[in-house]
């Protein structure tokens, strides 16, 4: 049993992951947030399990919830559905414009951030150049967003209620964004243009429920470059 100071009222939950997933950490701390007690089963994504497979047969990826034998997919639908379903410690806001605001923030990490960085680590040349400049553009407007919503009273996103929706989507920058750039080879972090994004990074990597699920660099680096090696191994054999 993993995680949790509130012992689950509703019955089993269940989380399928890998421990190098983003994705599945940003369950994690949402699970945590929460206090909620789950189960935690690692996958071997070379040898999926039957039980992932069933759980998600579009995609047969992590993460995956099982709630009352109920499985969800996907890390944002999943984050949602937890805040819906345990009313304490909210993740997102409770006004709705700041909720659509915050589900927007999160769709533009996700498409702007999040998956270019991705298909950084694993192309080269002119492609990684093109997804390099545009994950300096997505970095300019996060931080743009940073230095007004945070200052010394407002750490994170989340605003008054503290780590909040945003906070835990855009969380995974904190630890794997560094592992990447050393892998890839290219460079997208510099606390002189991004102040304040550097120090919504510091303060978030304090958070005792995150910083404690937080991998070791060497690891996701040792990870991440098989990663790459493998991607353009394949590419290199077309």
């Known amino acids: 049993m993993a995680s949790g100071s509130v012992a689950d009222q509703e019955g089993q939950v269940m989380l399928l992951g890998f421990w190098f997933s983003a994705f599945v950490k940003r369950v994690e701390w ?6 909620i007690e789950y189960d935690y089963v690692e996958e071997d994504l070379t040898n999926k399990s039957t039980l992932l497979l069933t759980s998600n047969p579009i995609h047969k990826k992590v993460p995956v919830l099982i709630h009352n034998g109920n499985p969800i997919a996907e890390s944002l639908v999943i984050i949602e559905y937890i805040d819906e379903t345990w009313k304490q410690n909210p993740i997102l806001p409770q006004d709705p414009y700041e909720r659509a605001m915050a589900r927007f923030w999160a769709n533009f990490i996700e498409e702007k951030v999040t998956e270019p960085t991705g298909e950084a680590l694993v192309s080269q040349g002119e492609q990684q150049e093109k997804k390099v400049k545009e994950l300096k553009e997505a970095m300019e407007v996060v931080e743009g967003e940073a230095k007004a919503k945070l200052n010394k009273k407002t750490l994170f996103f989340g605003g008054g209620n503290g780590v909040g929706y945003v906070d835990i989507v855009l969380g995974w920058t904190c630890n794997w964004m560094e592992s ?53 191994g394949l590419v290199a054999n077309k």
């Open 180 to 232: 990447i750039e050393e892998v890839g080879g290219f460079k997208v972090l510099d606390p002189e243009s991004q102040p304040q994004f550097h120090k919504w990074m510091a303060n978030v990597r304090e958070v005792p429920f995150i910083k404690t699920t937080l991998e070791p660099k060497e690891k996701l680096v040792e990870f991440f470059r098989m990663v790459r090696q493998d991607r353009l």
């Open 30 to 35: 949402a699970l945590k947030l929460k206090g």
